[in-house]
């Protein structure tokens, strides 16, 4: 019975925190619902998505090099990025006394991404039978997608950490200040392994060169 009542309490199907995003995230902070495995499922499908759209766009729309796809590269783009906003944006709200738990967090930004999956999944196969003139509607189907998913990623957030409006956007604009500045941070430290790399690796072959 146990077992079942918790299954029972943390399914939430993410449809509803499409179509009715305040009640459904309201569930996710107060009655504990949501999945980590619908999240990852989620987040995985944004990878395969964004890879799909790049490589299967149709020729009148696709300006990337096919035979240049880079998976690690996407994989930064998408799930590395993911986790990076989660952490980000739990760590601000723990310094502007935010209520919402990581799980929390991953959950509201898993979900409020399905718009932007499903529109990157559409588009590249609509882009397959439509003509060059038509391509303004992908266009207007990935903003509408984009802002819908803001817009939910922005009321998930006012209800889990249980901010006004000013607030979220305050937390949302210092959340992208702290990936930014990871980021950074990370770049330096690969340039400068790299330079140090390159030092010894001269090094090494001019003893080799020289002995």
């Given at each position: 019975m146990t077992t079942m009542s918790q299954t029972s309490t943390s399914r939430l199907n993410p449809l509803r925190c499409l179509l009715h995003p305040f009640d459904g995230f309201a569930a996710v902070k107060d009655e504990g619902k949501g999945s980590i495995a619908i999240s990852a499922v989620i987040v995985v499908l944004l990878f395969f998505a964004t890879i799909f759209k790049r490589q299967s766009t149709g020729y009148p729309f696709n300006?990337?090099?096919?035979?240049?796809?880079?998976?690690?590269?996407?994989?930064?783009?998408?799930?590395?990025?993911?986790?990076?906003?989660?952490?980000?944006?739990?760590?601000?709200?723990?310094?502007?006394?935010?209520?919402?738990?990581?799980?929390?967090?991953?959950?509201?930004?898993?979900?409020?991404?399905?718009?932007?999956?499903?529109?990157?999944?559409?588009?590249?196969?609509?882009?397959?039978?439509?003509?060059?003139?038509?391509?303004?509607?992908?266009?207007?189907?990935?903003?509408?997608?984009?802002?819908?998913?803001?817009?939910?990623?922005?009321?998930?957030?006012?209800?889990?950490?249980?901010?006004?409006?000013?607030?979220?956007?305050?937390?949302?604009?210092?959340?992208?200040?702290?990936?930014?500045i990871v980021l950074f941070l990370l770049v330096l430290f690969y340039t400068l392994f790299n330079q140090v790399y390159v030092f010894f690796y001269t090094i090494y072959n001019e003893m080799l060169f020289r002995y």
């Amino acid at each position: 019975m146990t077992t079942m009542s918790q299954t029972s309490t943390s399914r939430l199907n993410p449809l509803r925190c499409l179509l009715h995003p305040f009640d459904g995230f309201a569930a996710v902070k107060d009655e504990g619902k949501g999945s980590i495995a619908i999240s990852a499922v989620i987040v995985v499908l944004l990878f395969f998505a964004t890879i799909f759209k790049r490589q299967s766009t149709g020729y009148p729309f696709n300006m990337a090099d096919l035979n240049a796809l880079n998976v690690w590269i996407m994989a930064a783009k998408t799930v590395a990025l993911y986790g990076l906003w989660v952490a980000a944006n739990w760590a601000v709200a723990t310094w502007m006394d935010g209520e919402g738990k990581a799980k929390e967090i991953m959950i509201v930004s898993s979900y409020a991404i399905i718009p932007y999956v499903a529109a990157l999944i559409l588009t590249t196969l609509l882009s397959n039978v439509l003509v060059q003139e038509e391509g303004m509607f992908l266009g207007y189907a990935m903003t509408i997608a984009t802002l819908w998913s803001g817009l939910l990623l922005f009321i998930g957030l006012n209800i889990v950490h249980d901010y006004g409006a000013l607030k979220t956007l305050q937390s949302i604009a210092l959340t992208f200040a702290a990936m930014a500045i990871v980021l950074f941070l990370l770049v330096l430290f690969y340039t400068l392994f790299n330079q140090v790399y390159v030092f010894f690796y001269t090094i090494y072959n001019e003893m080799l060169f020289r002995y």
